[in-house]
């Protein structure tokens, strides 16, 4: 039997060797919590999204996964369930010039499709104000804020780390969606 410090750090060396450029981090939404099957169904549909953009072959579902835009998801404390993801840009898109848009092509579209639980129908609120949030420190500025958080990657192998630093072995929750 692998041990989990082994385990973790084996998917550490692995996750270190790709192209991880954006970090997509979704808060615990105090309205609904998002499934898991819910959230890889949009992060699917926002890497197909991308793909479609910019990638200049049309056949980019047979291209391996190297040369396509895909996430890799990791969620967080099953009693406040949130995610983490990193996001692969693959070295060479339709024109080296275009850069992704962050807010555009990744943060909208979340937003626009979590907004409504796929359960109940019900609508979501994304945009919140921290003096709702159970962990709202009372310095804190109480402006509304947004669950998604995108940023640009700085450090590789700390983001890899935090992102992975809740991984077990017998844990099937860790996934990509491609």
Request: proline share 5%.
């Amino acid at each position: 039997m692998i041990s989990n410090e082994t385990y973790k750090t084996a998917v550490q060396e692995m996750l270190y060797k790709k192209c991880f450029q954006y970090r997509v981090d979704v808060e615990p939404l105090p309205s609904a919590t998002i499934e898991r099957e819910q959230m890889s169904q949009v992060l699917r549909k926002v890497s197909f999204d991308l793909n479609k953009k910019y990638l200049r072959d049309r056949a980019f579902p047979k291209l391996p996964l190297e040369q396509k835009f895909y996430f890799f998801i990791n969620p967080q404390d099953r009693n406040n369930l949130h995610y983490h993801c990193l996001l692969h840009v693959p070295l060479k898109t339709y024109n080296s010039r275009y850069e992704i848009k962050p807010f555009s092509d990744v943060h909208f579209p979340l937003m626009k499709q979590l907004r409504v639980n796929a359960l109940s129908r019900r609508s979501r609120k994304i945009l919140y104000n921290k003096k709702v949030m159970r962990n709202h420190m009372p310095f804190e500025s109480t402006e509304a804020t947004s669950a998604i958080k995108v940023e640009r990657v700085k450090n590789l192998e700390a983001s890899i780390n935090y992102n992975t630093r809740q991984m077990y072995v017998m844990n099937d929750s860790d996934f990509l969606v491609a």
